[in-house]
């Protein structure tokens, strides 16, 4: 069974860091682009970056290299987003997807609710 679970959100403050886990089950994470997502109250779900499978990074726009990245741990079958320099707008519920087809940097366009999600977790940057 698929499975993608997102953790390590929690309430941090304005310039803080945080690094989110998505551990997944059913596949292995460095087989296929991982795409990761942030959801705030009222707003479409947006894309933050596709971590290919190759461990190449496309990010999307307003989501700046410096400030997130990726990378996975083979061993524990789970990809990372390490996010710094937080502000209050980065306040929402951050999620990690896949199609299990994609390889590429340029594949997490396409994931769709059709795809395998995880159920998110969620950040608060405040002070």
């Known amino acids: 069974q698929v499975q993608l679970v997102e953790s390590g959100g929690g309430l941090v403050q304005p310039g803080g860091s945080l690094r989110l886990s998505c551990a997944v089950s059913g596949f292995r994470a460095a087989d296929y682009s991982i795409g990761w997502y942030r959801q705030v109250p009222g707003r479409e779900r947006e894309g933050i970056l596709c971590l290919a499978r190759n461990g190449d990074i496309a990010s999307y726009v307003d989501f700046p290299k410096e400030r997130f990245t990726s990378s996975r741990d083979k061993a524990k079958n789970t990809v990372y987003l390490e996010m710094n320099s937080l502000k209050p707008s980065d306040t929402g519920v951050y999620y990690c997807?896949?199609?299990?087809?994609?390889?590429?940097?340029?594949?997490?366009?396409?994931?769709?609710?059709?795809?395998?999600w995880g159920q998110g977790t969620q950040v608060t940057v405040s002070s």
């Open positions: 997807a896949t199609d299990l087809v994609s390889t590429g940097e340029y594949d997490c366009y396409e994931f769709d609710s059709s795809h395998y």
